[in-house]
């Protein structure tokens, strides 16, 4: 049976007597819509912490992530079929603050940071990881020791979120999940359902590319400029418009300066839906 709890006191009491009873906590914040990929998350945060734990899902669609004019207000928002997805895969509790909640009207907070939110995503969704350091500190706040499960298909929002609890020293230890795929290894996204199926169509071509360039390294490519361009080559057949294709160091995310591990990152839009992906040259496998 799955607890929704809409209170984060309430939240944060639960969390601290599961710990009382012994009780490892693992903790899987989401902004809901969830898909294979978010219950792959609650599965592995449940290995991690046993049978005996307690494993919590947050649903709140965080509104200081979202820039002017992206998609806040028609982000799907379907908290019971949510609830019934978190049960089917064990979930002991569900927290669904309000907005209100999160930020009551004389909060002043904002949490950044530096270097790992500053390039990929970062120039084109100014405030975007401010607002998701923001709202992740609050929850790690109220979730207290835990181990927090997130998807490296958001790699970088992963980096930003591994380096803000060590730079703050919270008792979280952030775990990344490699990425949920579908049959075509387009990277589960609760923005896919925007797509129409022509555009879903064309999406499929980032898995190929970023599967192109995976054999190219495997073959002993090293060069990330050529990767890079390949890359933006051939989505540039598919996208409306390319935000980026980068090679950057995976860990400090960093310009790629050589070596056996490379992120490669991209973010297009295909039709009005911005896309992200990404692979470590170098540690995983061709996505298609
Ligand atoms: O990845 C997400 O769903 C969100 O960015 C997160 C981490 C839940 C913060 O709102």
Not at 248 to 255: G, K, T
């Amino acid at each position: 049976m799955t607890e929704v709890i809409h209170d984060p006191r309430a939240f944060q009491q639960a969390m601290e007597r599961a710990r009382a009873d012994g009780r490892a906590v693992g903790f899987v914040p989401t902004m809901g819509a969830l898909h294979e990929g978010h219950l792959t998350l609650a599965r592995e945060a449940r290995a991690r912490v046993g049978d005996r734990g307690l494993v919590a899902v947050s649903i709140f669609v965080n509104p200081t992530q979202f820039g002017p004019n992206e998609d806040f207000s028609r982000y799907p928002r379907e908290l019971e079929r949510d609830v019934e997805r978190c049960a089917s895969v064990g979930v002991d509790v569900v927290f669904a603050p309000e907005a209100s909640a999160m930020y009551p009207a004389d909060e002043r907070t904002r949490v950044n940071v530096r270097g790992v939110s500053e390039p990929l995503c970062g120039p084109f969704r100014p405030g975007h990881f401010e607002g998701v350091a923001t709202i992740v500190s609050k929850l790690f706040a109220l979730a207290g020791r835990s181990v927090a499960v997130f998807g490296r298909k958001d790699y970088q929002q992963w980096r930003v979120l591994t380096r803000l609890a060590a730079d703050l020293m919270l008792p979280v230890e952030v775990v990344g999940v490699a990425t949920v795929r579908e049959a075509d290894g387009l990277a589960m996204s609760s923005r896919n359902r925007y797509l129409s199926e022509q555009e879903r169509a064309k999406a499929a071509a980032i898995p190929r590319a970023l599967g192109e360039a995976v054999r190219a390294w495997e073959r002993g490519e090293r060069d990330g400029e050529r990767v890079r361009a390949g890359v933006e080559r051939a989505l540039s057949a598919v996208a409306d418009s390319i935000d980026y294709v980068d090679v950057r160091d995976p860990d400090s995310l960093d310009r790629y300066a050589g070596g056996d591990r490379a992120l490669l990152a991209i973010a297009i839009r295909v039709g009005k839906t911005r896309l992200i992906d990404n692979v470590v040259l170098g540690e995983e496998r061709a996505p298609a």
